[in-house]
């Protein structure tokens, strides 16, 4: 997977990638990905993080089963300071 | 005699400290740790926002809050519908924090004033789903009731527009607003500087949320303390019970016998 305007080659060569928008950004996903594998190649998987897929919220308890698409948009959302 | 006050009860934990502090605005997360130490708070409130991808491993907020000393109470603050305060509400039960949400649906952006209306409906739908409401809404005290009959554990009536400094504006509804809940009445928004703590203490409410009176003061440790201070010495004047107004004076002395 490459990392949002890293310009990186995606890792392990020429697997098949999808296109997504992550937190409002192109990205390049790996075929067939879950979303617990997009925040583990994010480095998010051990954070407190929570998932919108196209703007619908993703339970926690299905982030291995749930597949990334083809265009889907993603959004990775955590806790900032706030009042 | 020597006034003993309970804690303040949120849903089934109790509390020692009644000021609950934002998290927000603060020029560093280490002025922020140290002010919240400083507040004596136990409940920080915090907001949900997109990760930062090309953070670099930059430190968080949460690297900066002990969950295991402070309640974590996310807020679903800019939202202007209740569609979206409710997804935020979902998103916060996902990061596993616990059941609470401070809820606020706006409806004017210049002010931040509450959309009471989006407000309730939000409220009876999270308060079902199991979620413990803490209700930000004006100092209406119909709307105060509403929002109680609606399900919300805690209602919060602003004092003033979030981040104006203004203090409590309308003592009178304040007052009027804890008449008519029999839920915890915590002031939230628009407290300036420790005398406006006092005074929302002295009237009666149960807490007081506050983040930009202490997160852009000058010295925000040392006004975190104070504001501790100023709870604490409102709180206290509120349980002794203090004299009634005069018109009029009474002398504290006798009269004169010689």
């Known amino acids: 997977m490459t990392r949002p305007g890293s310009g990186a080659v995606p890792i392990g060569g020429e697997s098949p990638t999808v296109k997504i928008t992550l937190n409002g950004e192109d990205y390049e996903a790996e075929e067939g990905a879950s979303v617990r594998d997009l925040l583990e190649a994010l480095d998010l998987a051990r954070q407190r993080v929570a998932v919108l897929m196209d703007g619908e919220v993703v339970r926690k308890a299905h982030f291995r089963e749930v597949r990334l698409e083809p265009e889907s948009k993603i959004d990775v959302i955590h806790m900032v300071g706030g009042g | 005699m020597n006034i003993e006050d309970k804690p303040l009860r949120i849903g089934n934990r109790e509390y020692r400290s009644r000021l609950l502090v934002g998290t927000g605005k603060y020029e560093s997360f280490e002025v922020m740790e140290k002010a919240l130490r400083e507040s004596g708070t136990e409940i920080v409130t915090v907001a949900l926002r997109r990760v930062d991808l090309s953070g670099k491993g930059e430190k968080t907020l949460l690297d900066h809050i002990d969950p295991a000393r402070y309640t974590i109470l996310p807020n679903t603050a800019g939202c202007y519908t209740r569609e979206d305060a409710v997804k935020i509400a979902h998103l916060a039960r996902e990061l596993e924090i616990g059941d609470l949400i ?157």
């Open chain 2, 102 to 258: 401070k809820l606020e649906v706006i409806g004017d952006e210049r002010t931040l004033l509450p959309d009471v209306a989006a407000t309730l409906d939000a409220t009876k739908q999270l308060a079902d789903e199991g979620f413990t409401v803490l209700a930000y809404t004006n100092d209406d005290p119909v709307a105060a009731k509403q929002l109680e009959d609606a399900g919300a554990t805690v209602v919060m009536p602003a004092g003033a527009p979030i981040g104006s400094g203004l203090g409590i504006l309308n003592r009178n509804n304040i007052r009027l607003c804890l008449e008519a809940l029999s839920v915890p009445c915590i002031v939230d928004a628009g407290v300036g500087t420790a005398s406006d703590v006092t005074v929302a203490f002295e009237l009666g409410v149960d807490g007081v949320l506050l983040n930009t009176a202490i997160a852009q003061a000058k010295d925000p440790i040392t006004m975190a303390r104070a504001m501790k201070q100023a709870a604490a010495s409102g709180r206290l004047a509120y349980l002794a019970g203090r004299i009634e107004k005069k018109r009029y004076a009474t002398a504290s002395s006798p009269i004169v016998d010689f």
